[in-house]
C-alpha cells in the first residue's frame, strides 16, 4: 500500500458509528421529545412510540395512532382554511399542535373570535381547535417582517447579523449574533422593541466543535490524524495532544456554522497533524471527540474497503 492513503478510501476518513443507544436511552430520548411536543407522557404511550420509532426510524417520537392522526389531520387542515378564506381582516395564523394527546389546530385572530370559533367546530370538531386572541394580523406581521429585512444590511454595518428572522406568535422572532450584545439589544430594541423577539446567539456566526477523525499515520515525531471535512462551509479548526506513557489523546476541532446551513453531502478527505515529544511507538491514539481508540490508516482501510468516490479532494502530502 502507499505510504499515504487515498482519497477514494472512506473508512481511513469517517470512523465507525457509535454504538447504538441503550433501550433505557431510547426511552428517554422518546419522553423528553413527547413531552417537548406537548404529548401526554406514560409507560404504555412511550412503549409503543418506541416500537413505531424502530419500525419507521427514529425520528418519530409518536405512536403508530398518533401518526396516523397527523396524516388524518392535512383534511382538517383544508377545512379549517376554507372557513377562514373570509377572514383576511382578522387572521393572524393557523398551524398544528396536540390537544390531550390528539392532533388539533390552533387559530389565531384579532377578531371576530366567537364567530369563527362556532365556524370551526362544526367544520372539524369543538375537541379538534383551539381560537386564541392575536395582536397582529398575518398581513401584519407580514409588513412587519419586511421592515426588519430591508434593515439587515444596515444593522450589519453596526456590526448586528441576522441568524433567521419571521413572524411568531404575536412578534417577529430575530436571532442575531454581535460581538457587544449590551448594544446590539439596545440598537434592536429602539428600532423593533414594540413587536420583536430578540434572541442573542452569541458573538459569532462560527465556532469550534469537537470533530471525530477515523485513522491515524505516525511518522518520527508527528502524529498524522485522518478525517472527513464536511462540504457545507466547514473548516479546519485546531488540532491538539495529550500524551501519557500509555496513549495519545487527540482532541480535533472544526470550523463550523452555529446556526442553519446546507446539508450537503459527502466530505474533503483532510489530515491534521500533532507534534509529538516522542515518537508515537506502541502507544495506542485515542479519539477525544467519541473517546474511542483509532487504528493506524491501514488497519482501517483494509478492515472497512469502500468503492471510489467521486468529488473528493486529495489532501496534501507532508
Known amino acids: 500500500m502507499s505510504e499515504w492513503p487515498a482519497p477514494d478510501q472512506t473508512a481511513v476518513y469517517q470512523p465507525p458509528k457509535l454504538p447504538a443507544e ?3 436511552d431510547e426511552r428517554t430520548g422518546i419522553s423528553l421529545a ?4 406537548g404529548l401526554p407522557v406514560d409507560d404504555r404511550l412511550v412503549d409503543e412510540a418506541l ?3 424502530r419500525r419507521e426510524g427514529p425520528r418519530t417520537c409518536m405512536t403508530a395512532a398518533e401518526q396516523q392522526d397527523v396524516y388524518d389531520g392535512h383534511k382538517r387542515v383544508e377545512l379549517a382554511r376554507g372557513v377562514l378564506a373570509d377572514a383576511k381582516e382578522v387572521f393572524a395564523g393557523l ?3 396536540w390537544l ?12 371576530e373570535l366567537e364567530r369563527y370559533t362556532r365556524l370551526l367546530a362544526d367544520a372539524v370538531g369543538a375537541d379538534r381547535v383551539v381560537v386564541e386572541q392575536a395582536r397582529f394580523t ?3 406581521l407580514e409588513s412587519l417582517h419586511r421592515k426588519v429585512r430591508e434593515q439587515s444590511e444596515e444593522l450589519r454595518s453596526e456590526g448586528i447579523m441576522f441568524v433567521q428572522t419571521g413572524p411568531q406568535m404575536d412578534a417577529i422572532g430575530i436571532a442575531y449574533h454581535a460581538l457587544d450584545k449590551e448594544r446590539a439589544q439596545r440598537i434592536l430594541e429602539e428600532r423593533f422593541g414594540d413587536f420583536a423577539s430578540l434572541t442573542y446567539k452569541g458573538a459569532a456566526r462560527r465556532g469550534l466543535r469537537a470533530h471525530a477523525f477515523g485513522s491515524w499515520m505516525a511518522r518520527d515525531n508527528e502524529l498524522h490524524v485522518f478525517y472527513a471535512l464536511g462540504r457545507n462551509g466547514e473548516r479546519p479548526g485546531t488540532c491538539t495532544g495529550v500524551e501519557t506513557a ?3 489523546i487527540v482532541a480535533l476541532t472544526i470550523l463550523d456554522s452555529l446556526g442553519p446551513k446546507r446539508l450537503l453531502g459527502g466530505f474533503t478527505p483532510s489530515h491534521a497533524t500533532v507534534k509529538l515529544a516522542s515518537p508515537l511507538g506502541t502507544r495506542v491514539v485515542i479519539d477525544n471527540a467519541h473517546n474511542r481508540v483509532r487504528p493506524q490508516w491501514t488497519i482501517a482501510a483494509a478492515s472497512r474497503p469502500d468503492p471510489p468516490q467521486s468529488g473528493l479532494i486529495a489532501p496534501p502530502r507532508p
Do not use: F, K, P, W
Not at 34 to 37: C, I, S, T
Not at 100 to 111: D, E, K, Y
Open 22 to 24: 441503550s433501550a433505557e
Open 34 to 37: 413527547r413531552a417537548r411536543d
Open 51 to 53: 416500537e413505531n420509532a
Open 95 to 97: 398551524e398544528v399542535c
Open 100 to 111: 390531550a394527546g390528539r392532533r388539533a389546530l390552533r387559530v389565531r385572530l384579532t377578531g
Open 138 to 140: 398575518e398581513a401584519e
Open 246 to 248: 500509555e496513549v495519545v
